[in-house]
């Protein structure tokens, strides 16, 4: 890898902006230091102009630091890892729960229960359990991971649709 793309590589991982400016700002520092080399300037000396990639990229994100979007993208990340913790918890608590009720032995009993003429042996079974009936004594561990997860996946799906809008007017 050439010094030049080796630097601009090196700016791109440091920039904290949408993915369409990342790519205006890497292909105008990229024009800029073609058209120094151009001029007969060496590649060397364009970079040590230019500074480190670290302060390349901080000025740049000073710049966009003001910006709504940048400020947002912080925001969606937070929400995507609330949404998907939440969305794990809640499958993991549905899988203990029906792990431990397809581990455990069916509640059916044996029981004797006297009658008029003597003592009558009735059997109870039980039938298959609902998934409903099996979450009801749980709903406390599996209702609130999962709600997290509807919320902010609404959050983020409404945000985005908000971020599209405002794009699509910048445009006009």
């Known amino acids: 890898m050439k010094a030049d793309e080796k630097y601009l590589a090196n700016v791109r991982i ?4 949408d993915k369409k400016n990342r790519e205006r700002i890497i292909n105008g520092l990229r024009t800029e230091i073609e058209y120094a080399l151009e001029k007969g300037e060496s590649i060397e000396n364009i970079l040590k102009r230019m500074g480190s990639p670290a302060e390349m990229a ?30 794990v918890a809640s499958l993991l608590f ?31 079974t039980s039938r298959p359990l609902t ?25 983020y799906i409404t945000e985005k649709i908000k971020q599209k809008r405002v794009r699509k007017n910048e445009k006009k």
Not at 14 to 17: D, M
Not at 96 to 102: F, K, N, P
Request: hydrophobic residues 45%.
């Open 14 to 17: 440091r920039l904290h902006v």
């Open 94 to 124: 549905l899988g203990v729960i029906l792990i431990s009720i397809l581990v455990l032995p069916a509640d059916g009993s044996i029981s004797q229960v006297g009658g008029v003429s003597g003592p009558a042996i009735i059997e109870t």
């Open 131 to 155: 998934l409903f009936e099996i979450l009801r004594p749980y709903y406390k561990y599996t209702c609130i991971p999962l709600s997290l997860f509807v919320l902010s996946t609404l959050y």
């Open 58 to 87: 901080n000025s740049y994100n000073d710049t966009y630091k003001n910006d709504i979007f940048f400020q947002k993208k912080k925001t969606y990340k937070i929400v995507k890892f609330v949404a998907i913790a939440s969305l």
